[in-house]
């Protein structure tokens, strides 16, 4: 399988520090991309980075890129209690398929 | 603009019979994607859509088809529903027209299918 795996496979925390979830792929890739699941409801995208980028920030989201040991990694900084959900990485091969890890589910406790 | 949607969010089906998930967006998005996701292994592709009139099989296509004939539709079909296919089911596009590198996807809430 193509599938990534994700780990934690779960995390949980206290509001203000920050969360780090790693995911690792098995074959190149184009992009690869970080999303959000909240319980019961659709993915949300929440950050993308090329291939040949390595880390790339939006907001309080920091992901990193290791091409050479096929694995990425979200860092969520002072987390807050709505940051609880799934997360899931997607990576993307030959431009038109995407698989998905596993995911990392997230508990902020207030 | 309400994105992303799927019809029905809730089905329940016995064993043999056959439905079909409809898929629709509207932000004239080139590609489309069916997964399904089971609990503890994410979404598995089922199939996908790289444009009005294709469809391609994913990771699982099996007891699945699939087809795409206005852009912006794309049905997801179980011919003979087995117990093994009760699992919530996504729908996502994206827009690559312009570029090689697939885009962000957009997904639609879902579809809770129980199959006895």
């Known amino acids: 399988s193509q599938q990534g795996e994700e780990d934690p496979q779960a995390l949980s925390i206290q509001e203000g520090e920050n969360a780090t979830m790693n995911c690792s792929y098995k074959?190149?890739?184009?992009?690869l991309q970080w999303y959000r699941q909240n319980s019961g409801r659709g993915l949300v995208h929440l950050i993308l980075?090329?291939?040949?980028?390595r880390e790339k920030h939006s907001g309080r989201l920091r992901v990193t890129l290791d091409t050479s040991k096929k694995s990425s990694s979200l860092l969520i900084t002072a987390s807050r209690a709505a940051d609880t959900a799934s997360y899931f990485c997607?990576?993307?091969?030959?431009?038109?398929?995407?698989?998905f890890g596993s995911g990392t589910k997230l508990n902020v406790k207030p | 603009n309400a994105g992303v949607t799927q019809t029905p969010k809730f089905r329940v089906l016995k064993t043999g019979q056959s439905m079909t998930l409809l898929c629709a967006q509207d932000?004239?998005?080139?590609?489309m994607y069916w997964y399904r996701q089971d609990p503890g292994m994410g979404l598995r592709l089922i199939h996908y859509s790289v444009g009005e009139g294709t469809t391609a099989k994913g990771e699982v296509p099996d007891g699945y088809n699939v087809s795409r004939l206005k852009k912006q539709n794309f049905l997801l079909g179980l011919e003979s529903a087995a117990p093994s296919q009760t699992s919530v089911y996504f729908c996502?596009?994206?827009?690559?027209?312009?570029?090689?590198?697939?885009?962000?996807?957009?997904f639609g809430p879902g579809t809770r299918l129980t199959v006895t």
């Open positions: 980075i090329r291939s040949n980028e």
């Open positions: 074959t190149s890739i184009n992009n």
């Open positions: 997607a990576s993307l091969y030959n431009f038109n398929k995407f698989y």
């Open positions: 996502a596009s994206s827009y690559s027209k312009y570029s090689q590198l697939g885009d962000e996807q957009y």
């Open positions: 932000m004239n998005h080139e590609y």
